[in-house]
């Protein structure tokens, strides 16, 4: 998919992710309707993720209260997703900063997953590392308090 189409900016709208839609489906109150949204999600992220304006709407919906339960899923399918990225999609949609706010939500809230699943620390690493090459000042940030918690965990 190396041109924009217009059913990418449905799929986000019919996803909930746009700005008006996330603000009310992110409230904590409806985190029982995206868990049990869940494997509609990860279909659908099969599908669009690959697109960078969707990557950057989920990336921001995953910070939401209600977007923490889709984090250890989100973080492997964008991580997967990576690669298909155009540079022009980095900039233009912002997804350096928004996978950085991401990973620093998966960190905060799934910091134990994210040390003892291989899976889910693969796929947070991908990005981190991602983020870092492309000089993110969030993700670098981010890296040195990762790195800070793992040395410790290793030294003890």
Request: hydrophobic fraction near 45%; aromatic fraction near 10%.
């Amino acid at each position: 998919a190396g041109y924009w189409s217009r059913a990418e900016s449905l799929s986000v709208d019919l996803m909930g992710l746009r700005d008006m839609q996330a603000s009310v489906l992110g409230q904590a109150k409806y985190k029982s309707v995206v868990t049990s949204m869940a494997p509609t999600f990860e279909r659908w992220g099969g599908q669009w993720l690959k697109c960078g304006s969707v990557a950057a709407w989920f990336a921001r919906f995953l910070t939401a209260e209600s977007g923490q339960a889709l984090l250890a899923s989100g973080i492997k399918q964008l991580a997967d997703q990576l690669a298909s990225f155009r540079d022009r999609d980095w900039h233009d949609y912002g997804l350096g900063p928004l996978l950085a706010d991401a990973l620093a939500a998966c960190w905060k809230f799934l910091r134990n997953e994210v040390e003892c699943q291989p899976p889910l620390r693969e796929a947070f690493l991908r990005i981190l590392t991602e983020l870092c090459v492309r000089q993110v000042p969030e993700a670098l940030y981010l890296r040195n308090k990762v790195s800070e918690t793992l040395s410790i965990r290793a030294q003890s």
